[in-house]
């Protein structure tokens, strides 16, 4: 530093290059942003028009970037990463490269990459099909809605609320793996209950013998091998909170063990239960489950002496 | 009243009295209040066909009189009572299963005739049991009358309301007033057990009408035979209540869990006052002590069960403090609430099946949903969900709730949330019970008459092959009568009774989702 401050003028092209290196030192040293100011300060022995011509190439070559803030112009040091990515593209593509790097793995609508870029729907489009053939970023359909595509990185893994999770394969939703994991979970559930019946100890324990917790389950899932994704224990708890909606089996929660596997103390119990009641008896007659009992009246076109349902429910 | 249940008051009292009691009723259903001339313009009945009908219809306690305040006298219906006659049989049941093969006929009678006396019913109920052993064994008339008297204490027979004796100014009132006081509702004077035996010795002792005439005269015997009795189907209707608790811990968690409320529900008879919500609490000693001995569950077990069934989601038992080992309530309401939500959802699953039956339960256990949450809990693509839920929507098992953004209920700033109101479906759905019922007595009744010709050639045959039997006639001339009904119609005559029985055996079925929806709305409405 001192030996260039007492450098004679005829050196100039290695200070000037000297000075680039400098600024893209400071430049790390702030990464919020390098004010003019802060150049001058730390190397006064450089003129305005010399800070101009180096800045001006720092632009150039895309090293550093030119932000307008609260407190006026600053320089930001470029991501080198993309920088090398997008090497011998235009300002335009590095400008939807940048938006779409900043939406990461939620990814990102093309009609809000055009509000933020304030390109042209076509330009954006050129500029996408670009990126997307030099694999820079790839598009990736939304289950929220099936013609919705958002684009992210093309390393980056798209998150849940894209894919849906484990229970999406293309944006088809597996109703045939839930209702296959269903009905696995409620058998394993079911035959705790049975060996708990089974016992002969006293009712209370037979209870408690019947709770499995959602790790236990899990464990036997994955164990039967039925996914070929990965499940994790909260994937598990949704297929298990169905079966309570179905009314076969309940579910309480517990205080872990220090120590247990469950996250913020808590165990989540599931039982196999039986159910209250047998088949309601308004269910038992043809008329419960008539599909036509709306039109169904004496002398009409659909009455109870004529019905066929009715018909075929007696001669059976 | 809705209009299936009108239809179906209608088939029921057609069935029973004939057509015209059950056009009179009818006529008095939509009316309300009604007095007797308009009754009879209403209907276009002779006003003497119609007094006979509100006769009959008194006698079997359907309908009830009062004096307006214009000095009219207006007749009352009261059609819940019409709808509970397809529940006779499972009163005459319960008689049964209780105290055995008499109280079944004691009831059995009571309800046939509407109103009975005490001599009447005994004798009735002697020649039926003596009838039936075929006059191997005499029938001693005090067993009998100890059944009615157990029947009386236990409140399934109540005395009816009778004339006042003390209203002087019979000339003044046009109307009787009918009252019984509250203490007597359940008494049997000794008088009545013992008059009836001293005035059918002395009948059967002299035989003569002017002896049996005079002791009628008789002051204090004519009063005491003017005591009518009746059956309380209140009583009955907490009896079955119970049975419908008790099922339901025997389904849910075992058999002696069910013996444990059992013993619970005995001992709340006792001490519940009739038609509370909540039954007074008891002590785990106390249901001990209840409990019969030959099911040897130690107290240690029984407070077991009863922290069991206190911890159950459905709430069958639950302690309301620790005093004297823990006293323990059962919430007669809120059972029945979820007895009623348990037919409602079983319902559903027959009717739509069970992924419908996941979006309905879901609701109820979450209240207002979302489209959108719903297909998420209940992991159920979004297309599928959409069509099982609008097609609940339609036959208005789920109700929808508006919640706009914007004063304009515009359709995309508006939430729409979708719930379950369960007291308007189980209305709906007892609605759909009347109709089904109606349904299958019409059916019934189509069935008889198809095959009438052959119904009564069956009767005939019978009739000359039983009177043959008694003239002691010869085998082969009884074959040959009996011939008379030829195989394909015979195969017919298996087949009709075949489906009768089958039609009749879910008509009981069905009262079984009947009673427990009117019960739970009875409830409802008490709060």
Redo the contacts between chains.
């Keep these: 530093m001192a030996e260039s401050a007492n450098a004679p003028v005829k050196q100039e092209p290695v200070d000037a290059v000297n000075l680039e290196s400098r600024i893209l030192e400071l430049c790390m040293e702030f990464p919020k942003g390098l004010t003019d100011a802060i150049i001058q300060n730390s190397m006064p022995q450089f003129d305005a028009q010399q800070r101009v011509t180096a800045i001006n190439r720092l632009l150039s070559t895309g090293q550093v970037d030119l932000l307008k803030s609260s407190t006026g112009l600053v320089y930001k040091l470029k991501d080198s990463a993309a920088v090398s990515k997008v090497k011998g593209s235009d300002h335009q593509e590095r400008l939807v490269y940048q938006i779409i790097e900043a939406a990461e793995n939620k990814g990102i609508w093309i009609r809000d990459i055009r509000f933020k870029s304030n390109l042209l729907l076509t330009q954006v489009n050129k500029i996408l099909k670009n990126l997307e053939s030099k694999k820079l970023i790839k598009a990736v359909k939304s289950v929220a809605a099936s013609k919705k595509k958002v684009y992210m990185l093309y390393n980056l893994e798209p998150d849940r609320t894209v894919t849906g999770g484990a229970w999406y394969s293309d944006q088809d939703f597996e109703s045939e793996f839930v209702e296959v994991l269903n009905q696995q979970c409620f058998k394993f559930l079911e035959q705790k209950a049975a060996l708990a019946r089974d016992s002969k100890a006293d009712p209370m324990a037979q209870k408690n013998a019947a709770y499995t917790s959602s790790s236990d389950v899990w464990k036997y899932i994955s164990e039967l091998g039925i996914s070929k994704v990965q499940l994790s224990i909260a994937d598990i708890e949704t297929i298990l909170d169905t079966l309570i909606y179905d009314g076969k089996v309940e579910r309480t929660v517990v205080a872990a063990a220090a120590g247990g596997d469950a996250d913020a103390g808590q165990l989540k119990l599931y039982r196999a239960i039986s159910p209250l009641i047998q088949p309601t008896g308004l269910m038992k007659t043809p008329c419960g489950v008539c599909p036509v009992i709306k039109d169904c009246y004496e002398g009409g076109a659909v009455s109870p002496s004529t019905c066929i349902y009715m018909k075929e429910w007696l001669d059976y | 009243m809705s209009s299936s249940a009108t239809r179906l008051c209608f088939l029921i009292l057609k069935e029973r009295y004939g057509e015209v009691v059950a056009s009179v009723a009818c006529c008095l259903a939509k009316k309300n209040y009604c007095p007797l001339r308009m009754l009879s313009q209403d209907s276009g009945l002779k006003l003497d066909q119609v007094k006979k009908a509100l006769c009959t219809l008194i006698q079997h306690n359907l309908v009830t009189f009062q004096q307006n305040k214009k000095g009219f006298i207006e007749y009352v219906i009261h059609a819940e009572k019409v709808l509970q006659q397809t529940r006779f049989p499972r009163y005459i049941y319960c008689a049964k299963t209780l105290y055995g093969d008499p109280a079944e006929l004691i009831i059995e009678e009571l309800l046939q005739h509407g109103q009975m006396t005490l001599e009447k019913v005994v004798q009735r109920t002697i020649d039926r049991l003596t009838e039936a052993m075929e006059g191997k064994q005499n029938v001693s008339s005090t067993l009998v009358k100890e059944k009615f008297v157990n029947l009386v204490q236990t409140h399934f027979v109540q005395r009816c309301t009778s004339p006042d004796g003390n209203v002087e100014n019979k000339e003044v009132a046009s109307m009787p007033v009918l009252s019984v006081s509250p203490e007597e509702l359940y008494v049997v004077p000794k008088m009545e057990l013992d008059g009836f035996e001293s005035r059918k010795r002395k009948r059967s002792g002299e035989g003569s009408e002017a002896a049996s005439k005079r002791i009628k005269t008789d002051e204090s015997e004519s009063s005491e035979s003017s005591i009518f009795w009746r059956v309380n189907v209140s009583r009955f209707h907490q009896y079955l209540r119970d049975q419908a608790i008790v099922?339901?811990v025997a389904?849910?968690?075992?058999k002696?869990?069910a013996e444990v409320v059992r013993a619970m529900l005995r001992l709340s008879e006792v001490k519940t006052d009739e038609g509370a919500l909540v039954a007074s609490a008891m002590t785990v000693t106390e249901v001990f002590q209840n409990l019969p001995r030959e099911f040897g569950i130690s107290k240690?077990?029984i407070e077991?069960?009863m922290?069991?069934l206190s911890e159950d989601?459905?709430e069958f038992v639950s302690k309301v403090s620790d005093s004297g080992g823990g006293m323990y309530v059962i919430n007669f309401k809120k059972l029945i609430t979820?007895?009623c939500r348990?037919?409602i959802?079983?319902?559903v699953?027959?009717?739509f099946g069970?992924k419908c039956?996941?979006?309905f339960?879901?609701l109820l256990?979450k209240k207002n949903l979302e489209q959108k949450q719903i297909e998420e809990?209940?992991?159920?693509?979004?297309k599928?969900a959409k069509e099982l839920l609008y097609r609940m929507f339609e036959e208005k098992f789920v109700s929808l709730t508006e919640v706009p953004k914007t004063p304009d209920h515009a359709p995309s700033r508006t939430f729409y949330l979708f719930s379950v109101n369960i007291n308007q479906v189980s209305r709906m759905?007892l609605e759909?019970?009347y109709?089904?019922c109606?349904?299958?007595i019409?059916?019934r009744e189509?069935?008889t008459k198809e095959n009438r010709r052959l119904l009564d050639k069956q009767q005939r045959v019978d009739a000359i092959t039983a009177s043959m039997e008694q003239s002691g006639a010869d085998p082969s001339q009884k074959e040959e009568i009996e011939q008379m009904i030829t195989p394909p119609e015979k195969a017919q005559l298996t087949k009709i009774k075949h489906?009768t029985n089958?039609?009749e055996h879910?008509e009981?079925?069905?009262?079984?989702?009947?009673f427990?929806l009117q019960t739970y709305l009875q409830y409802a409405h008490m709060k």
């Design positions: 099922q339901a389904s849910k968690i075992d002696n869990a240690q077990t077991q069960y922290k069991l989601s459905s979820v007895l348990a037919h959802e079983s319902a699953q027959e009717r069970s039956f996941r979006i339960r879901l256990m809990y209940a992991m159920i693509p979004s599928e759905l759909r019970c109709q089904a109606g349904n299958l019409i059916r189509h069935e489906m089958k039609i879910s009981l079925q069905l009262d079984d989702t009947i427990i």
